[in-house]
């Protein structure tokens, strides 16, 4: 099973800007441009990420309800009516309503259960509850008289080693349920 949520994609660019950035920081004359472009990894490390949630989280539910769901037009219905009404990955008001939705309620709750109860869940929520507000800082962040510090794409690639092993145990339930 081919994914575009696998790992290796998003690492891969996460590491780019990573080796990018570290290539600015590391120059003896750091000039204004240096630190745009600095910046400039930073911003788009966050926003890879943020896309990269929004993305996985998309496809596993596309997928599941094509398993599920014999009528084509009841499919497109869902996508346009339900899934792609969801823009953003805050746990409380995107996340964990998207999936009740899809999954039901039941099945979300055998899903979770055993994360709450092994301290997973509350890591997802709070990594997931930092990248948000940076996403959104950096998405909507111009650079004329922006003076915003942004996480260094480093910081971005152990948020993503944090988060990633449990979205893919969930992601890997809902692909057998």
Request: some cysteine; charged content about 30%.
């Amino acid at each position: 099973m081919s994914h575009s949520y696998k790992r290796s994609r998003i690492y891969k660019t996460l590491r780019n800007l990573d080796l990018r950035f570290e290539g600015l920081s590391n120059r003896k004359k750091a000039t204004q441009k240096t630190s745009e472009d600095m910046e400039l990894c930073a911003k788009a490390a966050v926003i890879e990420l943020g896309g990269w949630i929004e993305v996985s989280v998309d496809e596993v539910l596309i997928n599941y309800t094509t398993r599920k769901i014999a009528d084509p037009d009841e499919l497109k219905r869902i996508r346009k009516d339900v899934i792609d009404k969801v823009y953003g990955f805050d746990y409380t008001r995107n996340f964990r309503p998207l999936m009740e939705r899809i999954l039901g309620i039941d099945l979300y709750n055998r899903m979770i259960n055993p994360y709450a109860q092994d301290g997973r869940l509350q890591r997802l929520q709070a990594e997931l509850s930092t990248i948000k507000p940076h996403r959104n800082t950096a998405a909507h962040t111009n650079w004329t008289g922006a003076t915003k510090n942004f996480e260094a794409p480093s910081v971005i690639i152990n948020r993503l080693r944090t988060i990633y092993p449990i979205l893919m145990s969930m992601f890997e339930f809902i692909d057998k349920s």
